[in-house]
Protein backbone atom coordinates (compact mmCIF):
# COMPACT_ATOMS: atom_id res chain seq x y z
CA UNK A 1 0.00 0.00 0.00
CA UNK A 2 1.25 3.36 -0.69
CA UNK A 3 -0.74 4.84 2.27
CA UNK A 4 -1.12 9.05 1.20
CA UNK A 5 0.68 10.47 -1.81
CA UNK A 6 0.45 13.86 -2.63
CA UNK A 7 1.67 15.79 -5.81
CA UNK A 8 3.71 17.75 -6.55
CA UNK A 9 6.10 17.98 -4.18
CA UNK A 10 7.21 21.21 -5.17
CA UNK A 11 5.59 24.20 -7.01
CA UNK A 12 6.56 27.68 -7.46
CA UNK A 13 3.76 29.91 -8.36
CA UNK A 14 3.50 33.60 -9.37
CA UNK A 15 0.92 35.45 -7.62
CA UNK A 16 -2.48 35.33 -9.56
CA UNK A 17 -1.70 31.98 -11.26
CA UNK A 18 -3.88 29.25 -9.96
CA UNK A 19 -2.91 25.09 -9.35
CA UNK A 20 -4.20 22.09 -8.25
CA UNK A 21 -2.80 20.09 -5.49
CA UNK A 22 -3.77 15.97 -5.38
CA UNK A 23 -3.75 14.00 -3.06
CA UNK A 24 -4.58 9.61 -3.18
CA UNK A 25 -5.16 7.78 -0.25
CA UNK A 26 -5.16 3.90 -0.90
CA UNK A 27 -6.44 2.76 2.56
CA UNK A 28 -10.68 2.86 1.60
CA UNK A 29 -10.61 5.83 4.19
CA UNK A 30 -13.71 7.95 4.58
CA UNK A 31 -12.21 10.84 6.32
CA UNK A 32 -9.74 13.14 4.27
CA UNK A 33 -8.32 16.35 5.29
CA UNK A 34 -5.51 19.64 3.67
CA UNK A 35 -3.84 21.21 6.23
CA UNK A 36 -0.86 23.98 6.05
CA UNK A 37 1.82 23.95 8.07
CA UNK A 38 4.40 27.51 9.13
CA UNK A 39 6.93 28.19 10.90
CA UNK A 40 5.91 28.59 14.14
CA UNK A 41 2.38 27.91 14.15
CA UNK A 42 1.49 24.46 13.85
CA UNK A 43 -0.98 22.80 11.35
CA UNK A 44 -4.16 24.58 10.81
CA UNK A 45 -7.04 22.55 8.92
CA UNK A 46 -7.84 24.54 5.45
CA UNK A 47 -10.75 21.70 4.33
CA UNK A 48 -11.67 18.41 5.19
CA UNK A 49 -14.42 15.80 4.01
CA UNK A 50 -15.94 13.18 5.78
CA UNK A 51 -17.25 11.33 2.66
CA UNK A 52 -17.04 11.02 -1.34
CA UNK A 53 -19.23 14.13 -2.20
CA UNK A 54 -18.35 16.16 0.81
CA UNK A 55 -16.45 19.02 2.02
CA UNK A 56 -16.32 21.47 5.10
CA UNK A 57 -14.22 24.45 5.74
CA UNK A 58 -11.92 24.07 8.24
CA UNK A 59 -9.57 26.65 10.45
CA UNK A 60 -8.56 28.82 7.64
CA UNK A 61 -10.30 27.99 4.46
CA UNK A 62 -10.21 31.83 2.51
CA UNK A 63 -8.60 31.40 -1.03
CA UNK A 64 -8.58 27.78 -1.05
CA UNK A 65 -11.62 25.15 -2.78
CA UNK A 66 -11.79 21.52 -2.67
CA UNK A 67 -13.82 18.71 -4.28
CA UNK A 68 -13.91 15.17 -3.62
CA UNK A 69 -15.70 13.37 -6.32
CA UNK A 70 -13.89 9.96 -5.31
CA UNK A 71 -13.70 8.40 -2.53
CA UNK A 72 -9.70 8.01 -2.76
CA UNK A 73 -8.49 11.41 -3.97
CA UNK A 74 -9.12 15.50 -2.20
CA UNK A 75 -8.47 17.88 -4.29
CA UNK A 76 -6.67 21.53 -3.57
CA UNK A 77 -6.87 23.86 -5.51
CA UNK A 78 -5.85 27.65 -5.49
CA UNK A 79 -7.47 29.89 -7.54
CA UNK A 80 -5.46 33.06 -7.59
CA UNK A 81 -1.90 32.58 -5.44
CA UNK A 82 -0.93 34.92 -3.23
CA UNK A 83 2.48 35.58 -1.47
CA UNK A 84 0.87 34.78 1.50
CA UNK A 85 -0.67 31.00 0.79
CA UNK A 86 3.74 30.35 0.62
CA UNK A 87 3.16 27.20 3.00
CA UNK A 88 3.78 23.58 2.69
CA UNK A 89 0.47 21.70 2.51
CA UNK A 90 -0.62 18.14 3.58
CA UNK A 91 -3.28 15.86 3.02
CA UNK A 92 -4.27 13.34 5.89
CA UNK A 93 -7.30 10.60 5.93
CA UNK A 94 -8.65 8.71 8.64
CA UNK A 95 -10.98 5.55 8.81
CA UNK A 96 -13.18 7.98 10.54
CA UNK A 97 -13.10 10.96 12.64
CA UNK A 98 -11.03 10.51 16.00
CA UNK A 99 -8.73 8.23 14.90
CA UNK A 100 -5.18 8.41 14.04
CA UNK A 101 -4.52 10.19 10.75
CA UNK A 102 -2.14 9.01 7.87
CA UNK A 103 -0.46 12.25 6.34
CA UNK A 104 1.38 11.79 2.89
CA UNK A 105 4.90 13.83 2.49
CA UNK A 106 3.51 17.49 2.30
CA UNK A 107 3.96 19.61 -0.96
CA UNK A 108 5.85 22.77 -0.91
CA UNK A 109 5.03 25.65 -2.26
CA UNK A 110 6.25 28.98 -3.12
CA UNK A 111 4.24 31.75 -4.28
CA UNK A 112 6.50 34.67 -5.59
CA UNK B 1 -12.68 26.76 21.65
CA UNK B 2 -10.53 24.49 21.50
CA UNK B 3 -7.21 24.74 22.13
CA UNK B 4 -3.74 23.06 22.58
CA UNK B 5 -0.68 24.25 23.99
CA UNK B 6 3.04 23.58 23.71
CA UNK B 7 4.75 26.33 25.41
CA UNK B 8 8.00 24.68 24.96
CA UNK B 9 9.13 26.28 21.94
CA UNK B 10 12.61 24.30 21.74
CA UNK B 11 14.44 22.09 23.85
CA UNK B 12 18.20 20.73 23.82
CA UNK B 13 19.38 17.83 25.65
CA UNK B 14 22.37 15.64 25.62
CA UNK B 15 22.33 11.87 24.37
CA UNK B 16 20.82 9.70 27.21
CA UNK B 17 19.56 12.53 29.32
CA UNK B 18 15.49 12.15 29.86
CA UNK B 19 13.41 14.63 28.44
CA UNK B 20 9.71 15.44 29.07
CA UNK B 21 7.73 17.81 26.84
CA UNK B 22 4.46 19.39 27.72
CA UNK B 23 0.87 19.36 26.04
CA UNK B 24 -1.58 21.21 27.96
CA UNK B 25 -5.07 21.33 26.27
CA UNK B 26 -8.31 23.37 26.72
CA UNK B 27 -11.89 21.71 25.52
CA UNK B 28 -15.24 21.69 26.48
CA UNK B 29 -15.72 18.59 25.51
CA UNK B 30 -16.63 15.11 27.50
CA UNK B 31 -15.48 13.24 24.88
CA UNK B 32 -12.29 13.82 22.96
CA UNK B 33 -9.23 12.30 21.56
CA UNK B 34 -5.52 13.12 22.26
CA UNK B 35 -2.54 12.61 20.19
CA UNK B 36 1.29 12.85 19.50
CA UNK B 37 3.08 12.86 16.39
CA UNK B 38 6.87 13.35 15.48
CA UNK B 39 7.87 15.32 12.49
CA UNK B 40 11.64 14.10 11.42
CA UNK B 41 14.29 16.59 9.58
CA UNK B 42 12.63 14.54 6.45
CA UNK B 43 9.10 16.59 6.83
CA UNK B 44 6.85 13.44 6.84
CA UNK B 45 4.41 13.07 9.98
CA UNK B 46 4.53 10.42 12.06
CA UNK B 47 1.72 8.70 14.49
CA UNK B 48 2.88 8.10 18.20
CA UNK B 49 0.51 7.89 20.11
CA UNK B 50 -4.05 8.20 20.29
CA UNK B 51 -5.64 8.17 23.75
CA UNK B 52 -8.65 9.03 24.53
CA UNK B 53 -10.45 11.24 27.39
CA UNK B 54 -12.16 7.66 29.11
CA UNK B 55 -8.37 6.30 29.60
CA UNK B 56 -6.76 7.83 31.81
CA UNK B 57 -4.06 5.12 32.11
CA UNK B 58 -0.09 6.42 31.23
CA UNK B 59 1.39 4.56 28.68
CA UNK B 60 4.69 3.36 28.16
CA UNK B 61 6.36 2.38 24.54
CA UNK B 62 9.76 0.93 24.51
CA UNK B 63 11.84 4.47 25.28
CA UNK B 64 8.49 6.76 24.63
CA UNK B 65 5.75 7.17 27.89
CA UNK B 66 2.90 9.52 27.98
CA UNK B 67 1.45 10.84 30.92
CA UNK B 68 -2.32 11.98 30.56
CA UNK B 69 -4.02 13.99 33.57
CA UNK B 70 -7.38 15.49 33.13
CA UNK B 71 -7.21 17.35 36.29
CA UNK B 72 -4.46 19.81 35.01
CA UNK B 73 -5.51 18.99 30.89
CA UNK B 74 -2.12 17.95 30.30
CA UNK B 75 -0.70 14.78 28.26
CA UNK B 76 3.00 14.88 28.13
CA UNK B 77 5.33 12.69 26.75
CA UNK B 78 8.62 12.16 28.08
CA UNK B 79 11.75 10.23 26.20
CA UNK B 80 13.96 8.09 28.75
CA UNK B 81 17.57 7.74 27.33
CA UNK B 82 17.28 10.06 24.72
CA UNK B 83 18.99 9.74 21.02
CA UNK B 84 20.06 11.45 18.12
CA UNK B 85 17.15 10.06 16.27
CA UNK B 86 14.75 11.50 18.27
CA UNK B 87 15.77 14.65 16.91
CA UNK B 88 12.59 16.11 15.65
CA UNK B 89 9.32 18.59 15.97
CA UNK B 90 7.05 16.86 18.15
CA UNK B 91 3.03 17.93 18.34
CA UNK B 92 0.67 17.16 19.98
CA UNK B 93 -3.01 17.50 19.17
CA UNK B 94 -6.57 17.28 20.14
CA UNK B 95 -10.02 16.77 18.59
CA UNK B 96 -13.17 16.96 20.15
CA UNK B 97 -16.32 14.80 20.15
CA UNK B 98 -19.72 15.62 21.69
CA UNK B 99 -20.09 19.42 22.19
CA UNK B 100 -18.91 22.03 20.36
CA UNK B 101 -15.58 20.12 18.79
CA UNK B 102 -15.83 17.72 16.11
CA UNK B 103 -13.99 14.48 15.86
CA UNK B 104 -12.92 15.26 12.28
CA UNK B 105 -10.81 18.64 13.30
CA UNK B 106 -7.65 17.84 14.55
CA UNK B 107 -6.10 20.71 16.46
CA UNK B 108 -2.72 20.73 16.59
CA UNK B 109 -0.45 22.64 19.21
CA UNK B 110 2.47 24.59 17.69
CA UNK B 111 5.06 22.24 18.00
CA UNK B 112 7.93 21.45 20.51
CA UNK B 113 11.72 21.16 18.77
CA UNK B 114 13.91 18.90 20.29
CA UNK B 115 17.52 18.40 19.58
CA UNK B 116 19.16 15.91 20.81
CA UNK B 117 23.49 16.43 20.92
CA UNK B 118 25.53 13.59 21.04
Known amino acids: NAGVTQTPKFRVLKTGQSMTLLCAQD?????MYWYRQDPGMGLRLIHYSVGEGTTAKGEVPDGYNVSRLKKQNFLLGLESAAPSQTSVYFC???????????FGPGTRLTVL | AQKVTQAQTEISVVEKEDVTLDCVYE???????LFWYKQPPSGELVFLIRRNSFDEQNEISGRYSWNFQKSTSSFNFTITASQVVDSAVYFC???????????????FGTGTLLAVQP
Open chain 2, 27 to 33: TRDTTYY
Open chain 2, 93 to 107: ALSGGNYGGATNKLI
Open chain 1, 92 to 102: ASSYQGGNEQF
Open chain 1, 27 to 31: MNHEY
